[in-house]
Structures are given as C-alpha cells and as structure tokens.
C-alpha cells in the first residue's frame, strides 16, 4: 500500500495517535544548492513543459485536457469543466510561479497529457504563517492511468516549489491518502431541482412530487438584506479587515493581505462572485458571501450537456445573521441560473446548511499538507481554508 506517500514527508497512518511526534515541518529545509537542479526523469517517449496559460492555445490544451480527463464523481455521471478564464485565475494569484504549471507531452505529437500546478500562498497553522505552494489540478490522461505517472508529476512539482525556497504545501482530495488533517462533506442546495433530478445529480424524495419539490425549493425573486450588493473594488480594505479577523479564529486558514484579497474576492464574470452588506446608516461593510463557478459535464445525457454550480467560497457575518446571509446568496445563485449551490461543512457552514435546505452530498473531500504535521485531525468547523 501507498509505495509513495510512504516515502513522502506526510504524516503516516502507522503515526496516527503517537502523540509524542510534535506539530510543525516534518523535514527540515535543504540547502538550494542541493536541491536537485534538473527535471526528473520521464519515460522516454514524453517531455516536460512549462505552461504559459496566458497563451490561448496552451490554455486551450490545459483546458481540454482537464474537461476530458479530470475529476469525476464516484458513478462517473458528471465531471468537473473549468473554464479557460476560471484556469487563468485559479493559476495567477499576486507571486504566483509560471515554473509551477507543469504539463507534459508526448514528444512525437505535442499532444498535452499531464498536468499539475502549484500557486504559492500563506497559510497560517495555529500562530505560525507557513509560505505554502497550494497543489491543484493533478491530471493524467485516462489512457495513460496507473503506470506511476502521478508520482512523478508530483516529484517534479515538489523540486519546483523547493527551488523558490518553499518547504510545505496544502491540498485537497476526493481520495484518501497518508493522512488527511480534515475530512470535509460536500452539502449540496437545489436550485433547479427538475433539471437535477433529469440528470441524475438528485432524486425525488420519497413520497415526493415533482410540483411538490419544485415548491420546497422555491426562493424569493430578489434578496432581502439591505445594503446587500457586488463587491467593488473600492471595497478591498474594508473586506481585507473583515475577512482577516474572522479567518483569524480557524486553526488553519489563509493569511489573506489586500493583494489577495483583490484577487481572490474580487467579483469576475462567471469565475468568482462575491457580494457584501453596506451598512445602509454607517455605509460600513458588515457581512461577505462568495461563491466560484465550477460547472460539470453531464456525462452521456441526451438533452442536457452542463450542470451548472455554484461553490460556496469565504462567507463572513457579523451583523447579518450568517442563515440570511447565504439565503441571499441562494438568492442570487438561483438569479444567474445556476443549477446547484455547493458548500463544504467548513468554517461556520453547518450553522446553515440544513436551515437552507442543503442535503448532504455522496462525496467528501480530504484536506492535506505536506511536510508539516499536525497533532490530531482537525473538525471541518476548524478549517477556514477553501481551495478550488
Ligand atoms: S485532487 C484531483 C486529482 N485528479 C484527479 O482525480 C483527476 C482524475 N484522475 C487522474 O488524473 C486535487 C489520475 O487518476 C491521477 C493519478 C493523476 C489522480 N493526490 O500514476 P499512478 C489535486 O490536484 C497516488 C495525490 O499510477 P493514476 C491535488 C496514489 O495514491 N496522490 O495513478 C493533487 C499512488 O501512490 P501510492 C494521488 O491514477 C495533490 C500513485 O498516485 C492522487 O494514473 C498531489 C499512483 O500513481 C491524488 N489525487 O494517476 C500531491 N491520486 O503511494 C501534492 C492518486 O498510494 C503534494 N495518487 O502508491 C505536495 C507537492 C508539493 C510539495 C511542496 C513542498
Ligand atoms: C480538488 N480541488 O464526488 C477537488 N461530487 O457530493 C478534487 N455528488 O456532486 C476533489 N454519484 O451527491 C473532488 N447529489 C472530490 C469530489 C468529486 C466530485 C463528487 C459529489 C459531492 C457530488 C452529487 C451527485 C452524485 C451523482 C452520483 C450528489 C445528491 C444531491 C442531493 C440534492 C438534494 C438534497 C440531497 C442531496
């Protein structure tokens, strides 16, 4: 089992519970000198690339690559289609490494096979901020599965963000591997609850209708807090203070500065929505509500093609009430005719989940670090970290 993970700085299974081991860096950083200073090695007929994805072609290829080879769920019914712009943002956060997008292709055709990306970020453990790579969209083509291609691909990311002199990295996975510091439940909210259960994504529950879970879907036209709006850019500062202090109070979570903050929060056209409340009277910003867009093929369906989602971001209350906060979220989601809103049981989020009529989800999803232990696994509800 796990010949890999086993030879990886990752806290190990046969680890769990000793509680002698302490929190922190498994391994201590190498000097850069003795950081391995050429690619690893590929089977011969492949070769590595560095992607541009600025460049429509390459991210056309990424794209492509990724729609038809990336996650599923676990029935194969629906894989996730990030779009070209979302790939964009998702890769060029402020700093971000264009060494870190890998791809690798065969020599002979060109042909984009594998795929692996890291961006940096800081992440902060307990009191300590840790400069962090955030591993994301791990790829291999399904013609090219199980002949240890994955290890390599994460080898050769690993000796890339070493070379800038960064020693630890966060990411997520629908699998299990040595050994997730949370385990998170996907919760998912109909909004198009016809079109779900055409295509399998839901079912009609038992002594239910059609009109009747129509009905039980059902939201108001327009959202209902005043001084709800989009986010502008004006807004950075204000949001940055906000979202910094309520982020403050997770054990592990991002140390978001104002650069960030625009970057990451910043509304954009079917990337990124983001919305907060203006305090009609003191004109402050009080609460926060995002959610990025990550639409599905519907896999072999005659007559619909994409699920349209949306995933629940950085949400942040403090005046008001996080349940009408999401409500208006809702709100709006259901406006731009999404299909579905997702959100995992991280931060406050099982304060609303069940209120709002969110049903809980066939998948999970594993939060990681490398090379930095954590004591014991942490509970969703001390996660205040969302990857993409
Ligand atoms: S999770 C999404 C990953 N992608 C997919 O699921 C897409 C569809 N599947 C595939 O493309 C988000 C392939 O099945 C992949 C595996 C490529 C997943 N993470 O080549 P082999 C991310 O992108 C291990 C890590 O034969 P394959 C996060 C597996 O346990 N390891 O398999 C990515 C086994 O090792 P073991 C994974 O099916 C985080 C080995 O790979 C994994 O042809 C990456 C088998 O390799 C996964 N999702 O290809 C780690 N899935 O020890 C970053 C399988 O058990 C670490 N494996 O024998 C940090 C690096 C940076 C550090 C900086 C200091
Ligand atoms: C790294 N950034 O399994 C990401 N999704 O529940 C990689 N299920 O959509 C890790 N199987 O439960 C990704 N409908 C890990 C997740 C991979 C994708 C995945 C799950 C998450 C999902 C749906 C469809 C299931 C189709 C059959 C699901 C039930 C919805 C229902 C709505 C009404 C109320 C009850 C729940």
């Not at 840790?130 to 399904?142: D, P, T």
């Not at 997730?180 to 079109?195: D, E, F, G």
Request: charge should be neutral; include cysteine.
């Amino acid at each position: 089992k796990h010949k890999f993970w086993e030879t990886q700085p990752v806290g190990q299974f046969k680890d769990i519970g000793d509680s002698s081991l302490p929190e922190g860096p498994i391994e201590l950083p190498t000097p850069l000198s003795e950081v391995k200073q050429e690619p690893y090695n590929l089977p011969d007929q492949y070769e590595w690339i560095t992607c541009d994805i600025n460049s429509e072609d390459v991210c056309e290829e990424v794209y492509n690559l990724l729609a038809h080879n990336y996650v599923e769920d676990d029935e194969n019914m629906f894989r996730f289609k990030y779009s070209k712009e979302f790939l964009r943002w998702a890769l060029q956060p402020p700093g971000y490494f264009r060494s870190w997008h890998i791809g690798v292709r065969v020599k002979s055709t060109k042909k984009m096979v594998a795929f692996i990306t890291g961006v940096p970020a800081r992440i902060r453990v307990r009191d300590e901020v840790v400069h962090m790579a955030e591993i994301n969209f791990l790829c291999v083509h399904k013609k090219l599965r199980t002949k240890r291609l994955a290890p390599v691909m994460i080898k050769e990311v690993t000796r890339r963000v070493h070379l800038e002199n960064m020693w630890q990295a966060a990411y997520t996975a629908g699998v299990i591997l040595p050994t997730p510091i949370a385990t998170c439940q996907y919760w998912h909210r109909s909004l198009n609850p016809k079109k779900l259960i055409d295509v399998g994504f839901s079912r009609l529950g038992a002594r239910m209708t059609m009109s009747r879970t129509i009905k039980l879907y059902k939201l108001p036209e327009s959202t209902v807090t005043p001084g709800f709006r989009k986010m502008e850019i004006h807004d950075v500062p204000a949001v940055t203070r906000l979202i910094r202090t309520y982020l403050s109070r997770f054990v592990v979570a991002p140390d978001f500065d104002e650069n960030d903050v625009e970057h990451w929060l910043l509304p954009k056209d079917d990337v990124i929505d983001s919305f907060l409340v203006e305090s009609p009277e003191t004109h402050e910003v009080t609460d926060f509500c995002s959610f990025y867009t990550l639409p599905s093929t519907i896999l072999g369906h005659p007559s619909y093609s994409l699920l349209k989602a949306a995933y629940s971001f950085y949400n942040i209350s403090t005046v008001t009430p996080l349940l009408q906060l999401m409500n208006d979220a809702l709100i709006v989601a259901k406006q731009k005719d999404y299909d579905v809103f997702n959100a995992l049981d991280v931060m406050q989020n099982e304060t609303f989940l069940r209120e709002l009529k969110f049903g809980p989800g066939d998948g999970k999803l594993h939060y990681y670090l490398y090379n930095y232990r954590i004591r014991h696994a942490l509970k969703p509800s001390e996660l205040g970290l969302v990857l993409l």
